[in-house]
């Protein structure tokens, strides 16, 4: 059974919510694996997330406004540090790149306008023109991840999300390691990802939405996927001191 760990607040009348369980159920169908999907509120990731994390083989930042954003904050640094198989949408997203900005491009005082609206920082701010609602196109770098896993040199996808990454700070997020592998029309960012890790990806975008039975979402097929292989590593892991003591 693959594990997947939901690290968010359940608001079942948020459709990006509400469609994250049957969405990754969509891809391990795909996928031809069990998985379990369980909701971790973010308060409990304050303190001690790798308590919480340890035993999840994937990690899915949801979307939408945490009651613990410093809780948000530690499950992902969680991941990003233990190299945990990792993604995250919409609000996933923008609390991947609020965590990075703090924690690896030491940026001071990092903030997002919706917590903090007068904070010197601003690493996510509003967007020019709202995006709640739309499909957009997004433009896909060659040789990246997201290349890979969408098999693509672009995608259509729907949004639900008001704020992105203030242009300002780009470039210093850029210079620390991260990578914008995916943009709208306007050169926007919409996917990013950290090339280091063995599985670090998210998108303003919200695939779960757009996932069906027999169709789901590249993006989820792949997490699956990588959760799955981390799964099957932790197994072989567990038992190769059993099976060396069985052989000797």
Known sequence: MVKIGI???RVL??????????????????????????????????????GTLSRFDGLFAAPGTPEA??????????AREHDAVFVGTCGGFQHAVLEFA????GIA??????????????VLTALVC?????AMRVLIDPGSRANEVFEASETM?????????????????????????????????????LPKNRFFMAS?????????????HPLLVAFVRAATASSTGRNLARSGPSAADGRR
Not at 69 to 78: H, M, P, Q, S, T
Not at 102 to 105: I, S
Not at 109 to 122: F, K, N, R, T
């Open 13 to 50: 009348d948020s459709p990006p919510q509400a469609t994250a369980e049957s969405a990754l159920s969509h891809a391990a169908h795909l996928v031809r694996v069990p998985i379990s999907a369980e909701w971790i509120p973010t308060a409990t990731l304050k303190n001690n997330p790798a």
């Open 102 to 105: 703090k924690n690896v491009a």
């Open 157 to 193: 996808e729907e949004y639900y999300c008001n704020y992105g990454i203030n242009p300002s700070y780009e470039p210093t997020l850029i210079q620390h390691g991260l990578v914008i592998s995916g943009r709208d029309e306007d050169g926007e960012p919409r996917i990013l990802e």
């Open 130 to 134: 709202s995006i709640v609602g739309k």
């Open 69 to 78: 954003v410093d809780g948000a904050l530690e499950g992902i640094r969680y």
């Open 7 to 9: 690290m968010g607040d």
């Open 109 to 122: 005082g990092a903030a997002h306008q919706h917590y903090e609206p007068d904070a010197d920082a601003l």
């Open 204 to 216: 303003l975008f919200v695939p779960q939405v757009r996932s069906m039975p027999g169709a789901p």
